[in-house]
């Protein structure tokens, strides 16, 4: 028969592992606002199975436990939530990422609105049709090429934000591959110290939970997989390709392609990575195709414009009698369009008759008539501009849509994820009555072994005196 000690034993594994759960239920509660940290709980398992007794029986010896035994400490998570709302933060990162540029492009355009370039178009056609009017006077046409010369601003600006948008674009990409890079670079360090703590059969639950961490992080910026737990077994990828195993990385690195733009590619061989998601999917759709169609709808606008004033002007006649000339240079387009130097400051040489008799302003007439002239699938300047704004319009709700759908989406799984494994304050202080009860039980245990020892060590031996 196991002997009154052996209870104690036992009574004192329950002490044992009630006091480290409370331990652990306090480092809970210590961790209750931390949206990185996962939970942990102690895991007890049975202690070693003894024989209750020696005699024999028909059924042979009584088996008989030792007591608990502390498990490990592990993390409460849920992998296949976790892989879920990486990929919705990698694709709620772009579409944010692009509904806010978007916003940026509107604001620069600021249509529909008093100081924007339709406006501008408008006084532009209005003033030739003041000059139509009045030929003859001085004041209306030089008030024509101070609208033109607006107008020509206006345009400058435009293309000039869309261009400081491709170049700060390009600033942002070399800005997140750096972070990119210096994060795999901690993921291999991390997982570096994983292991040299789990060699010791201890579970580095912390920096498990700071490189989880560091992989929603990398998560945002590019479209990465996560395979595998440890240290070995521990695999980031990025477009097909390993980016962290172990204690080992690849880093990325920005270079200059023969347009001026960044290009992203391995440091080991130069092979251009493949980005499928996050806000750099969204920094390259922008760069290389959103924009750069902007600018080529803006630019057909302008030389539009210059080409169909240029040519009936050039059929009209001066103040003086002479010729017209270009009123803008020729070939200029929106990023350099602007009055020809031989106009400038010279209204006298607006070819606005047709003839060149005093009142006629018939080719003025006709610039002016311009507004309505199909240019492009029955499109006039006027509405291929309206067209532009459109589009930029139209794609900014679509991005703002898309990004409030995605990020319901991550919300949601941020719930399931923090449900699972957030820690709830309510069930911790569950966990500690329940806790506590189990200690002070285990605690009761040995107070009455140790008086039945008190009782057997006081009175054998006594009887028969």
């Known amino acids: 028969m196991p002997s009154t000690f052996f209870g104690l034993n036992v009574a004192q594994t329950g002490l044992f592992a009630q006091r480290r759960a409370m331990d652990i239920l306090g480092y809970n509660v210590a961790h209750a606002n931390d949206p990185t940290y996962k939970r942990q709980r102690l895991v007890l398992v049975e202690g070693a199975v003894l024989a209750q007794s020696q005699e024999a029986s028909s059924i042979g010896v009584s088996p008989f436990g030792s007591g608990v035994m502390m498990g490990d400490v592990e993390r409460v998570r849920n992998a296949l939530i976790e892989n879920r709302m990486r990929a919705a933060t990698q694709a709620c990162a772009n579409w944010q990422y692009r509904s806010d540029a978007m916003k940026q492009l509107e604001a620069t355009i600021a249509e529909p609105s008093d100081s924007g370039l339709q406006s501008d178009l408008d006084t532009f056609w209005a003033s030739w049709q003041k000059v139509a009017t009045s030929p003859e006077s001085m004041p209306i046409r030089g008030a024509l090429l101070e609208d033109a010369a607006a107008l020509c601003q206006r345009m400058h600006y435009e293309y000039s934000q869309m261009i400081r948008m491709i170049q700060d674009l390009n600033n942002e990409i070399i800005s997140r591959v750096d972070r990119i890079n210096w994060m795999v670079e901690e993921l291999a360090q991390l997982n570096k110290q994983i292991s040299a703590v789990e060699s010791g059969q201890v579970h580095a639950n912390d920096l498990e939970n700071r490189r989880d961490a560091i992989v929603v992080e990398l998560s945002k910026l590019a479209s990465v997989s996560q395979y595998g737990e440890g240290r070995e077994g521990f695999i980031v990828t990025l477009g097909g390709r390993v980016l962290v195993q172990g204690d080992k990385y690849n880093p990325l690195k920005c270079t200059l392609a023969p347009n001026g733009n960044r290009t992203i590619q391995w440091a080991s061989d130069g092979e251009e990575v493949l980005i499928m998601d996050g806000e750099l999917k969204a920094m390259l759709d922008l760069r290389d195709n959103t924009i750069p169609s902007y600018l080529q709808q803006l630019d057909f606008v302008a030389s539009s414009l210059v080409e169909r004033v240029n040519a009936i002007h050039r059929t009209g006649k001066t103040l003086t ?126 107070t009455v072994m140790d008086e039945m020892l008190s009782v057997m060590i006081e009175k054998t031996g006594v009887v028969g005196r």
């Open 321 to 446: 009698g002479a010729d017209g000339g270009d009123f803008f240079k020729a070939g200029t387009t929106a990023a350099d369009i602007w009055l020809d130097d031989s106009i400038i400051g010279r209204p006298e040489l607006v070819a606005a008759s047709a003839s060149g008799s005093v009142g006629d302003g018939d080719i003025a007439q006709n610039i002016a008539a311009i507004k309505d002239i199909p240019i492009l699938n029955g499109l006039t300047i006027n509405q291929l501009y309206r067209a532009l704004v459109s589009d930029i319009g139209s794609a900014s709700v679509v991005a703002e849509r898309q990004a409030i759908a995605h990020r319901v989406s991550l919300e949601q799984y941020s719930a399931q994820q923090q449900s699972i494994s957030g820690v709830s304050l309510d069930e911790e202080m569950t966990n500690m009555i329940k806790f506590q009860q189990a200690y002070n039980a285990a605690a009761r245990m040995i």
